[in-house]
């Protein structure tokens, strides 16, 4: 092989149930299973050239070359493939993110979920989806479910090699997600730095872990039942666990804003205004996103729209699993991203 070309396009996905904190830092191992749902409206494309001739890894994100601690996480995550093709050559990374980066809306989801499955479209490996979630989870944890569509559960497992996800509904009932992006600045703490303070700080985290395993358990009964208002329930009061576990570390910290707080007084107000169930969920980040049927996206945008100017508001339907592109759709997806039609 003198050049090897994969290219894919993987969705972000927002947890339900969320994975927060590891259990062994180097192998990406959490501490609890976590459920998501992959959305449509946000993505990331990805291609990489495995090329004997070149002498280094080299990483564009956005058209942007990348600093050597970016690459450098580029280039272990590449070495893991290692164990199944044997030396590799130096590659060449280019990376479009539609959705903003760092800002609590799950980039690095989707960043390792379409970086693994362009690797494996390039060196065409004989891996199984599930085999591959275990090598996009060792790139950043929550991309693990982003090879999958709809609901997600990531499954901690015993080990390395089976702590993966599977898909567990395809989420084509009436469901899907407002993001209030009240800001796509990037954040100050990242995930990681976030969640091993908690881990290593909050008294609350072994309770976090124990209602996580039931709500997990619950969750996945009320989608068996396509039972939404449960469905949402246990999101929003999942969330608000997860983030009790940041405010009781030592020293305290927090991903919401004024903003954050802000726009969940207004989900809270215009769901009890218009008698409508729409639930609340946080990530790394001040962002909030609202669990809602898609019959009520319209009435929901609306009156969400009194609080904040509707370019805020973005709508997203269930997204589908990650697939590989063709070069003619990755020069499509350039004209694109250079349209600014990226988050
Ligand atoms: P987010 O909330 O966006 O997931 P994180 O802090 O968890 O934020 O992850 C952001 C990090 O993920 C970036 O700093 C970068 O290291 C990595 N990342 C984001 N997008 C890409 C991409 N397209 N390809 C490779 N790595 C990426
Ligand atoms: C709050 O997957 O970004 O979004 O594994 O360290 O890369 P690393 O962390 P990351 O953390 C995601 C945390 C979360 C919850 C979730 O997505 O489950």
């Known amino acids: 092989m003198t050049q090897a070309v994969g290219i894919a396009r993987a969705h972000t996905n927002i947890a339900l149930i969320k994975y927060w904190g590891k259990r062994d830092k180097d192998l990406f191992l959490p501490m609890n299973s976590s459920l998501s749902l992959t959305l449509e409206a946000f993505y990331t494309d990805t291609k990489v050239v495995f090329d004997e001739e070149l002498t280094a890894d080299s990483f564009f994100?956005?058209?942007?070359?990348?600093?050597?601690?970016?690459?450098?996480?580029?280039?272990?995550?590449?070495?893991l493939f290692c164990e199944y093709t044997g030396e590799r050559p130096f590659a060449r990374v280019e990376s479009f993110n539609f959705v903003p980066t760092a800002a609590?809306?799950?980039?690095?989801?989707?960043?390792?979920?379409?970086?693994?499955?362009a690797v494996a479209d390039a060196l065409k490996l004989d891996?199984?989806?599930?085999?591959?979630?275990?090598?996009?989870?060792?790139?950043?944890?929550?991309?693990?479910?982003?090879?999958?569509?709809?609901f997600v559960e990531w499954s901690m497992g015993t080990s390395?090699?089976?702590?993966?996800?599977?898909?567990?509904?395809?989420?084509?009932?009436?469901?899907?997600?407002?993001?209030?992006?009240?800001?796509?600045?990037?954040?100050?703490?990242?995930?990681?730095?976030?969640?091993?303070?908690?881990?290593?700080?909050?008294?609350?985290?072994?309770?976090?872990?124990?209602?996580?395993k039931e709500d997990l358990k619950a969750i996945k009964a009320a989608i068996a039942t396509k039972d939404f208002e449960a469905v949402g329930q246990i999101t929003e009061h999942n969330g608000?666990?997860?983030?009790?576990?940041?405010?009781?570390?030592n020293p305290p910290f927090t991903y919401w804003t004024a903003?954050?707080?802000?726009?969940?007084?207004?989900?809270?107000?215009?769901?009890?205004?218009?008698?409508?169930?729409?639930?609340?969920?946080?990530?790394?980040?001040?962002n909030v996103k609202v669990l809602c049927r898609v019959s009520d996206m319209k009435?929901?945008?609306?009156?969400?729209?009194?609080?904040?100017?509707?370019?805020?508001?973005?709508?997203?339907?269930?997204?589908?699993a990650a697939y590989v592109l063709s070069e003619e759709d990755w020069e499509q997806s350039k004209i694109h991203f250079a349209k600014g039609s990226q988050g």
């Open 299 to 320: 009435i929901l945008i609306e009156a969400l729209s009194a609080y904040f100017p509707s370019e805020k508001i973005i709508a997203s339907l269930p997204g589908p």
């Open 127 to 150: 891996m199984t989806r599930q085999e591959l979630s275990t090598l996009a989870r060792q790139g950043s944890g929550s991309s693990t479910r982003s090879l999958f569509g709809g």
């Open 160 to 212: 390395s090699g089976d702590s993966m996800a599977h898909p567990v509904d395809d989420a084509d009932w009436d469901v899907g997600m407002l993001v209030l992006a009240v800001d796509t600045q990037e954040k100050k703490i990242a995930s990681r730095v976030g969640m091993e303070h908690t881990v290593q700080t909050s008294p609350f985290y072994p309770a976090w872990i124990e209602t996580a």
């Open 61 to 79: 994100l956005n058209g942007i070359e990348q600093s050597k601690t970016e690459i450098k996480k580029i280039s272990r995550f590449l070495d």
């Open 240 to 249: 608000m666990k997860m983030h009790a576990t940041t405010l009781s570390a």
């Open 259 to 286: 903003d954050s707080l802000l726009a969940q007084e207004a989900v809270r107000r215009v769901r009890e205004e218009l008698q409508v169930p729409a639930y609340m969920t946080m990530d790394a980040g001040p």
């Open 104 to 117: 609590g809306l799950a980039s690095s989801a989707s960043a390792f979920a379409a970086l693994a499955l």
